[in-house]
Every structure is written in C-alpha cells, then in structure tokens.
C-alpha cells in the first residue's frame, strides 16, 4: 500500500513558478513508479509527467516539456514537480499518482494510488 499526500499548490502570476511535493508512506515506493496528472472540472485526467521508480527515466507531456520537471528523492519517500514558466492554462487540480506495473505509465488508468490533489491557479 501507498499513500500520497501533496503539497505546494496555490497562486501564481503568470510566468511564475511553483514546486509541488508528493509525500508517499509505505514500504514500496523506493520501487514505484510515480507520476504526476491534472485534471480540470468535466474534463478527463491529463498526464504531465513521471519518473521512474529510479528516477533514471523521466516522461513529460508535450505542453510542459521544458517548463516542468519531475525528481524524486527516494530516501525522503518524496517526487517533486518543479513548474516554471507558468501559463493560465496550466491551471487545474495536480494528482500525484503511483503504479505497481513495471514499467512507467503515461495513462492514469494505470496508476494505482492516488492522493487527494492541489490546487495550482495561474493568474493572467
């Protein structure tokens, strides 16, 4: 079992950045894979990125791909989202999320844990 609880959301100018934080507890999520996903209200959940249970591979959705960067620090039990270069449309409910797969997933079917979410508000 894992449970995930996020941090670090809130408001931001446009252009801004924020970090948000993901504090896992359980024994297995030095071997888990972790991603991160918004969701706007009526909308699907989107993928915005993931990092491997090593961190050695990283994955990112085409809209944040060199604003956003995924890291985790296996020994504080903790996957970061550092955003940059923050826009409006960036603004939604951030999930963090881990798998029991192998394999890192980009599809939020396929993550098996889910914490509560924050809010990341992006003002024009």
């Not at 970090?19 to 991603?35: K, N, P, Y």
């Not at 995924?70 to 039990?77: G, L, P, Q, V």
């Not at 980009?106 to 024009?124: E, F, K, L, M, N």
Request: charged content about 20%.
């Amino acid at each position: 079992q894992v449970q995930l609880v996020e941090s670090g959301g809130g408001l931001v100018q446009a252009g801004g950045s924020l970090r948000l934080s993901c504090a896992a507890s359980g024994r297995t999520f030095s071997s888990a894979g972790m991603g991160w996903f918004r969701q706007a209200p009526g909308k699907e959940r989107e993928f915005v990125a993931a990092i491997s249970w090593s961190g050695t591979n990283t994955y990112y959705a085409d809209s944040v791909k060199g604003r956003f960067t995924i890291s985790r620090d296996n020994a504080k039990n903790t996957v970061y989202l550092q955003m940059s270069s923050l826009k409006p449309e960036d603004t939604d409910v951030y999930y963090c999320a881990a798998t029991k797969r192998t394999y890192t997933p980009r599809v939020a079917s396929q993550y098996d844990y889910w914490g509560q979410g924050t809010q990341v508000t992006v003002s024009s």
